[in-house]
């Protein structure tokens, strides 16, 4: 089995008209969003699992249409439902934290200076719908919360006072970003946040899409 990954391929492509006569070509299309639903509803149905009207259509908005990541995301549902419906807020709390750490563990990749990961994560979470907009945000807040939380270090401050100032509730959050922010100067952190300008403005200014301008961000932090 040959498997071509392309976008826009002609029934006239040399190649395929080189293969059709010694093999079975097969052309699957990406699945339009707005048939998310109605698949979602089909797969959960083949495997006995319920949902809801509103649990689908947020499953659908959260995933996008990678069904990979739908078919994946209906299983651990299933596992997690243990028989029962499943409902908006079973799937608002399962796929939706699934997302959310996949994000932090690319941020900590380029923060702890891992561009290769932060670049694989980067790809995993646009397979998963998420936006470059909030991968870009979530970039943002952490480099803000490293700038105040190495400030305040150098200001002596106790970590009960960091944690109060900078609104973090789990002692674990307080203590990974406090341990990021000694491994970063001030000059750096400011370094990094003039790049998140820049990124910003290319954007804005039209000289770069969200995709590639988040592309050139990531390899700049996580390789400096």
Sequence with gaps: A?????????????????????????????IDQKAVPAWVRTRAAEMGLSLSREAIQLLADLVGSNLWTLAGELDKLAAYSDGRPVTEEDVRSLVAAAKEANIF??????????????????RQLAAQGVTSAHVFGMIVRQYRLLLLAREMLDARAPS?????????RSAFALDRL???AERYTIPRLKGAYRRLLEADASIKRGIHSE?????LLIHDLAAA
Excluded: H
Aim: hydrophobic share 50%; aromatic share 2%; net charge negative.
């Design 2 to 30: 040959l498997v071509l990954v392309d976008e826009g391929v002609l029934p006239t492509n040399p190649l395929l008209a080189t293969l059709r006569p010694k093999a079975q070509v097969r052309e699957f299309r990406p």
């Design 105 to 122: 563990a690319m941020v900590d990749a380029i923060v702890e200076r891992r561009p290769a990961s932060a670049v694989r994560l980067l």
């Design 160 to 168: 009960g006072r960091i944690a109060e100032a900078l609104d973090i």
């Design 178 to 180: 406090l341990d990021r």
């Design 211 to 215: 995709e590639l301008a988040l592309d």
